[in-house]
């Protein structure tokens, strides 16, 4: 089986819902970010993962491309990852289509939120350095999301279904992403 990219802007909750979708439907989860984050750590580009979005677009989009080939390696995968990437100079496509044909990509599922409650999340996660935003900010990186969803499915014929992660229901959005695996 392809790939299965699961996305959604930072502090969505991505990761817990793939983490209980993953224990459910036995795939193995690669995180996309990590996977850059070693190739760039690697080059002697960045110390820690917030500072790649900083990054030239063009060293970003080759960090993409080695970080793919690393995930193709790896078989039929859950990938963590976010499609917009809010960078100084604009949002970069997370996964471009030559990213998306390397992984064989079969489903896209973006997990969405309101924008309020991604704010709260982002503003109690002390893990994270993270650029300040408004609400209206998260609706259009969310927004940005699904267009470049829109435009991967376009291009690869992968699939795109919309999870809403709901505050305290992260049982009710795991179920949904198990319902768009099956």
């Excluded at 993953?22 to 993962?49: C, I, N």
């Excluded at 100084?88 to 973006?110: D, F, S």
């Excluded at 503003?123 to 900010?137: C, G, L, T, V, Y």
């Excluded at 699904?146 to 690869?156: E, G």
């Amino acid at each position: 089986m392809p790939a299965v990219i699961i996305t959604g802007v930072p502090g969505v909750g991505k990761s817990t819902v793939i983490e209980a979708a993953r224990q459910h439907a036995g795939y193995s989860v690669v995180v996309y970010g990590t996977e850059m984050f070693e190739v760039a750590r690697a080059r002697g580009l960045v110390k820690d993962r917030d500072e790649m979005r900083k990054l030239d677009p063009s060293v970003q989009r080759e960090i993409q491309i080695a970080a793919a080939e690393a995930i193709a390696k790896k078989g039929d995968v859950i990938v963590d990852t976010h499609f917009a990437i809010k960078t100084p100079k604009g949002y970069l496509p997370g996964i471009p289509a030559w990213v998306a044909e390397k992984l064989r990509l079969k489903q896209i599922v973006l997990v969405e939120a309101s924008p309020e409650d991604i704010l709260k999340r982002r503003q109690n996660d002390p893990s994270r350095q993270r650029d300040p935003d408004s609400a209206a900010d998260i609706a259009d990186h969310q927004e940005t999301n699904r267009r470049f969803a829109a435009a991967v499915s376009t291009l690869t014929g992968a699939t795109v279904k919309v999870v809403h992660n709901r505050e305290g229901k992260v049982d009710e959005t795991r179920d949904q992403i198990i319902r768009a695996l099956a």
